[in-house]
């Protein structure tokens, strides 16, 4: 799979700043992960500057699927694709995560990892986590990795088995499977 650049919806937001996830709390989910990174399919949504697809694809995934609404993300997450040799097992999308899901479903396509790094401010985890379930984009073994604000608690899905979730300042990293 090569790199491919979709421009999706012509009417995308930029996000007013792009946050990387802090080395830290990247690589204590990693550590929480291990080995269960290996031969994933990863979906990246709110990839920013793809901080968890690409560390998912240097640990052993098969391929990555990166997708943020915004120009600056998209050109980001392409020059870390580039820079770690990585376009073979990569897509980025430029459109709006909502938009990506519906079209997901339709093309029924499945993942294996999920991270979610929407920006805190504008986005709750259960809306977003509803939106993923419903596209049914998950396998029945999926991993999803949320990270959110400290003041929103991990919601509670039918569907989804809370494994952890661990604080990291003003950031909340949970961690559910998909039994």
Do not use: C
């Not at 915004?70 to 694709?81: G, L, P, Q, Y």
């Not at 809370?162 to 003003?170: A, N, Q, T, Y």
């Amino acid at each position: 799979m090569a790199v491919r650049l979709s421009s999706g919806s012509r009417r995308a937001k930029t996000h007013p700043e792009i946050r990387p996830t802090a080395a830290r709390t990247l690589e204590s989910v990693f550590d929480i992960l291990q080995t269960e990174v290996q031969r994933r399919f990863v979906l990246d949504l709110f990839s920013g500057v793809g901080s968890y697809g690409i560390m998912a694809l240097r640990r052993g995934s098969l391929t990555a699927v990166f997708v943020d609404s915004s120009r600056e993300a998209e050109r980001r997450v392409t020059k870390a694709i580039a820079h770690y040799h990585l376009e073979t097992q990569a897509t980025v999308f430029r459109e709006e995560v909502a938009h990506f899901l519906h079209r997901a479903e339709r093309e029924q396509q499945e993942y294996d990892l999920v991270f979610v790094d929407p920006p805190y401010e504008s986005v709750s985890p259960g809306p977003v986590i509803q939106a993923i379930l419903d596209a049914r984009i998950m396998t029945r073994s999926s991993i999803l990795v949320f990270e959110h604000s400290k003041h929103h608690a991990p919601p509670e899905f039918a569907e989804l088995t809370l494994r952890k979730s661990r604080v990291f300042g003003e950031t909340t990293v949970s961690i559910w499977d998909h039994p």
